[in-house]
């Protein structure tokens, strides 16, 4: 459930900080993407140096950033409440409950609390009588009408050395609770199945050399991300990428236009089907079995044109499947683009250009111009953000 889901961790001041630790270790170890949010008073507790370099992220303490810090927003409360799945204060003490049952926020992790638009799921955790006291009592009945998630403490040993209710769970009982939140949230893509196609592919002349394009994979793999995000199970078929590959994803590894082809034509039933790879529309004719020698070799390669899929896909579309589609061009984009819309049979087709510096091949930014039969929406951001508004926007279009 936690598998590539975005997850702010707040730790508070209390003794159980140092436990935080090991949930975060946790959540990673489930799939789940952690950054961290500490108040003040937690660094007193456990360094954030500790967090920042399990989570590789920066750790946020204060709504402005002190100087030196590497994320300098200072918005980043706002940045951070929209990009979580589900916000997990954990230890919570009684003053930051009490905080957020006033709208207090007057820190990082309180001013997230009212900016996020995921679930938040809160653990109490105190020492002695704290958990009792009447406003402790009050407030956790304040937040539970807010409609955040608490995770009651246990009772047992507490660091004062007294025995009673406070402690902080297990940390499997914080990850299944966490599992059961998420679980609750139900994706617009849940039960739908998405095949998405990613990078380039190579047309072997010989066993040396090849045929092929610069495409990076990072858009095919942003878009399955995206998919997944939404609650889709994703079946990702790609060419030789040079990115990183989700591991929590099943990913389908090809070579030639033929092998995608071969490939797609398994999952082709998919509910939406996206063909981001960069496909080879030319293959040698003949491909040699062994290594051309210099002193052999004849001064051409004789092409044939390669399936196209896209093309095969829109043929034998199924009834309520989407298709979609990319167009890179260097030239005339949105009417070569609107072409192929209707030439290929797409629902879809996503056009971006070549001839600007920041989108294109190998990028990590893109601007991408979305067509429908009667729509046209341009986007522009990190390719992930572009995946992300692009599959949005088809969805809300439907
Ligand atoms: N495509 C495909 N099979 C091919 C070639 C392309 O499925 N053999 C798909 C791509 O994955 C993309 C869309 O078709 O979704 C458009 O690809 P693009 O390379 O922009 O256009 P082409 O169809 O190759 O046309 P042209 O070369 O004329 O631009």
């Known amino acids: 459930m936690l598998s590539g889901k975005r997850i702010i961790l707040g730790v508070t001041g209390g003794i159980a900080a140092y436990k935080a630790v090991f949930l975060l270790r946790e959540f990673q170890k489930a799939g789940a993407e952690v ?8 660094t007193r507790f456990v360094g954030s140096e500790t967090f920042a370099s399990l989570s590789n992220h920066s750790v946020a303490i204060e709504i402005f950033p002190d100087e030196g810090e590497s994320d300098t927003d200072w918005t980043r409360h706002i940045n951070w409440g929209e990009w979580a799945d589900l916000f997990v204060i954990a230890p919570c003490t009684g003053n930051t409950i009490a905080k957020i049952a006033n709208g207090i926020s007057d820190n990082m992790l309180t001013a997230t609390v009212l900016a996020a638009r995921c ?20 407030n956790l009945k304040t937040i539970q009408e807010f409609g955040y998630h608490i995770l009651e403490p246990e009772s047992g040993f507490l660091a004062s050395g007294l025995d009673g209710k406070g402690r902080l769970p297990e940390i499997e009982t914080i990850l299944d609770t966490a599992s059961e939140i998420i679980g609750f949230i139900e994706g617009p893509l ?41 609650g889709a199970e994703v079946i990702l078929v790609h060419g030789p990428v040079t990115t990183d590959l989700p591991e929590d994803m099943r ?14 034509k398994i999952y082709a039933d998919a509910d939406y089907i996206i063909m981001a790879a960069a496909v080879s529309d030319f293959t040698p004719k003949e491909t040699f079995e062994h290594k051309v020698k210099k002193g052999n070799a004849t001064s051409s390669v004789s092409l ?7 093309q095969w896909l829109g043929e034998y579309k199924k009834a ?38 920041d989108s294109g091949f190998g990028t990590d930014t893109n601007e991408v111009y979305v067509l429908g039969k009667e729509t046209e929406h341009r986007i522009k951001g990190t390719k992930q953000e572009v995946a992300e508004q692009a599959l949005n926007f088809i969805l809300d279009s439907e």
């Open 35 to 42: 950054r961290v949010t500490m108040t003040p008073s937690a």
């Open 304 to 310: 044939k044109q390669t399936q196209d899929i896209l």
């Open 320 to 357: 309520d499947q989407v298709l979609i589609g990319f167009a890179m061009e260097t030239q005339d984009l949105l009417s070569n683009a609107k072409k192929k819309l209707n030439s290929k049979k797409a629902d879809w087709i996503l056009a971006n250009s070549l001839s600007t510096n």
């Open 119 to 138: 679930p938040i799921m809160i653990c109490p955790t105190m020492d002695g009588e704290m958990y009792e006291s009447p406003s402790v009592v009050k």
């Open 251 to 264: 990913c389908i590894p090809v070579i030639s236009a033929h092998d995608m082809f071969e490939a797609v």
């Open 190 to 230: 849940q039960g739908k199945k998405v095949l998405v196609t990613a990078g380039p592919t190579r047309e072997f002349i010989d066993p040396v050399r090849f045929i092929s394009n610069p495409s990076s994979g990072k858009m095919g793999v942003a878009m399955a991300k995206a998919a997944q995000r939404l």
